[in-house]
């Protein structure tokens, strides 16, 4: 079974640039998640998805942020224009249910 | 929300010492996952534990839910298991998002 994968592995930007990152999650998993870990600080939640719907958008900081899930399949994340502080790590698991969370190798972002 | 403390926030060990590394938790969870980030940055999952004791090779991990506690054994270590260790938790009362503890910074030296 593939697990939870993420395109690019690893981005380097200048800011102001947009960045798009990719998720796919592992097949027939409904929930999808995204996290970061930036500037060595713990890792945070970002949202979450339920098939193609947001459940939880709360842990977003601000509107330069938009995920879609399309069709409940795989999940993007732009960051639009992008900042010195957007730096660090974003990650995606997804899982069936309420039960374990698949993480993926997650993404590297750069910003310059 | 949730708050996670984990302990000790660094550890310094020699190759082939044991240690143990806490994580409490101050609600009840349905789900607790142990991690280990390494060097390239990449979360390796160790253990989804939510409740009660697993072994995986020379790791095991045991939960205490109605204590509102984990712990994760690492013995004979090496220097491979340099890194950072973090436990995440998702509350009863809540979506299933996880909470992240701020992680413990593990160094084993040669």
Known sequence: ????????SHSVIEKGQTVTLRCDPIS??????????????????????VKESKQDESGMPNNR??????GGTYSTLKVQPAELEDSGVYFCASSQGLARQYFGPGTRLTVT | GIQVEQSPPDLILQEGANSTLRC???????????????PWGQLINLFYIPSGTKQNGRLS?????????????ISSSQTTDSGVYFCAVAANSGYSTLTF????MLLVSP
Do not use: C
């Open chain 2, 61 to 73: 991990a045991t939960t205490v839910a109605t204590e509102r506690y984990s712990l994760l054994y």
């Open chain 1, 28 to 49: 027939g998993h409904d929930n999808l998640y995204w996290y970061r870990r930036v500037m060595g600080k713990e890792i945070k939640f970002l949202l979450h998805f």
């Open chain 2, 101 to 104: 503890g701020k992680g413990t």
């Open chain 1, 65 to 70: 942020f938009l995920a879609e899930r399309t």
């Open chain 2, 24 to 38: 409490n938790f101050s609600d009840s969870v349905n789900n607790l996952q142990w991690f280990h980030q390494n």
């Open chain 1, 1 to 8: 079974e593939a697990g939870v994968t993420q395109f690019p």
